[in-house]
């Protein structure tokens, strides 16, 4: 009777124990896959002044623009958590949409063999940002998952595991890569 009690109680303690792993295992690849997305915003923050320097050469005048991009740069890299940066991220888009169009307007920029690997490498990182984007909310939809799923949940709330938020874009317009084909 005694060897059935500890074998059973040996079995619960396996199972919660392999449960909390499976916890923890899921919100280490969440935070790995957070700083991954936070790897490609960086270098994308970073090539975004030598963009705006090469663009300002050929447009001077397209002050307000330039100020936009760097205003919003400023936003986003200071912005915490997924919502905050995807908002944040969302309003750099748009400014950089708006420094492609004025760069439109300017046959000899288009020409530059500057911008041009300039636009190569934002539209390399623009593909890496959407890519670990992906694999962190699938991620994280595993995770939340996990942490509302009985019985998980009750270890979860025992151990402060909380679900997690996605990192998403706040329109459809915004969803989309920055353009930067002419």
């Known amino acids: 009777m005694w060897i059935l009690v500890v074998v059973l109680a040996g079995l619960a303690v396996l199972?919660?124990?392999?449960?909390?792993?499976?916890?923890?295992?899921?919100?280490?690849?969440?935070?790995?896959?957070?700083?991954?997305?936070d790897v490609q915003l960086k270098r994308r923050h970073d090539l975004i002044p030598n963009l705006v320097e090469t663009v300002k050469g050929y447009a001077?005048?397209?002050?307000?623009?330039?100020?936009?991009?760097?205003?919003?740069?400023?936003?986003?890299?200071?912005?915490?958590?997924?919502?905050?940066?995807?908002q944040a991220e969302s309003q750099l888009s748009t400014a950089l949409k708006s420094l492609f169009a004025v760069a439109e307007s300017y046959p000899q920029l288009r020409a530059s063999e500057q911008f041009t690997?300039?636009?190569?490498?934002?539209?390399?990182?623009e593909d890496n940002i959407q890519n670990a984007r992906r694999y962190y909310?699938?991620?994280?939809?595993?995770?939340?998952?996990?942490?509302?799923?009985?019985?998980?949940?009750?270890?979860?709330?025992m151990f402060g595991f909380h679900t997690r938020q996605f990192f998403e874009m706040e329109s459809a317009a915004d969803r989309e890569n920055v353009s930067v084909k002419f």
């Open 137 to 157: 909310n699938a991620v994280v939809r595993d995770f939340n998952t996990r942490v509302q799923s009985f019985p998980t949940n009750i270890l979860a709330g």
């Open 60 to 86: 001077a005048h397209e002050k307000g623009t330039f100020e936009n991009v760097a205003k919003y740069r400023s936003m986003a890299m200071q912005a915490t958590g997924p919502a905050e940066r995807a």
């Open 117 to 125: 690997s300039l636009q190569g490498s934002l539209n390399s990182i």
């Open 15 to 37: 199972i919660l124990a392999g449960m909390y792993n499976s916890l923890v295992q899921l919100r280490v690849r969440a935070e790995s896959a957070w700083s991954d997305i």
